[in-house]
């Protein structure tokens, strides 16, 4: 079964730091480029940024209001996909979901919450 | 940046056809995806290249493109479409959603 798993959410004070997780199964992780995508609560789906696979340079883009504060990376060994957050914001509560770019595949997503 | 605009709230009675437009520059020479959100549920694809649907999707659910608008096209909307949906699209290498349309259908 294709499927992916986001973990790592939770609470987290503001200016603080937060690495999420995604594990994928059921299909060739490496090869796939990836995506977050986030979800304030009550508000609409926003891209958080993109990593290609590595035989495609394995390069990252970001979203302007998260540029230079989230890092997105992956271990294809490990067939696992991760977010870095830094320098949180609590305009960064959000629901956080992986995907393929293509977006056929998307995790059931993992809750970060930014408050004080 | 660009954006991707969308009407915030469509309604139908069942049966009926439920039109969902998305307008935007980069729609001219981008294609785009459509995506169908339940409460407390992920995204799911229904539309992709455009006018493309995956598998497993109904055939009630077509896309259509004309210049820098893209439409969604429920055919026969039944009470299980009610949710939200967001069109999307990417250029210059950064992703972009609309901002969704609630569709309604009772």
């Known amino acids: 079964e294709v499927q992916l798993v986001e973990s790592g959410g939770g609470l987290v004070k503001p200016g603080g730091s937060l690495r999420l997780s995604c594990a994928a199964s059921?299909?060739?992780?490496?090869?796939?480029?990836m995506s977050w995508v986030r979800q304030a609560p009550g508000k609409g789906l926003e891209w958080v940024g993109r990593?290609?696979?590595?035989?495609?340079?394995?390069?990252?883009d970001y979203a302007a209001p998260v540029k230079g504060r989230f890092t997105i990376s992956r271990d294809d060994s490990k067939n696992t996909l991760y977010l870095q957050m830094n320098s949180l914001k609590t305009e960064d509560t959000a629901v956080y979901y992986c995907?393929?770019?293509?977006?056929?595949?998307w995790g059931k997503g993992t809750t970060v919450t930014v408050s004080s | 940046s660009y954006e991707l605009t969308q009407p915030s709230s469509v309604s139908v009675s069942p049966g009926q056809t439920a039109r969902i437009t998305c307008s935007g520059d980069?729609?001219?020479?981008?294609?785009a995806r459509w995506f169908q959100q339940k409460p407390g549920q992920a995204p799911v694809l229904v539309i992709y290249?455009?006018?493309e649907r995956p598998s497993g999707i109904p055939e009630r659910f077509s896309g259509s493109s004309s210049g820098t608008t893209v439409t969604l096209t429920i055919s026969g909307a039944q009470v299980e479409d009610e949710a939200d949906y967001y069109c999307?699209?990417?250029?210059?290498?950064?992703?972009?959603f609309g901002g969704g349309t609630k569709l309604t259908v009772l």
């Open positions: 995907t393929t770019v293509v977006g056929d595949v």
């Open positions: 059921g299909f060739t992780f490496s090869n796939a480029w």
């Open positions: 990593i290609k696979s590595k035989t495609d340079g394995g390069t990252t």
């Open positions: 980069v729609l001219a020479k981008k294609y």
């Open positions: 290249k455009d006018s």
């Open positions: 999307y699209s990417a250029a210059d290498n950064i992703g972009v």
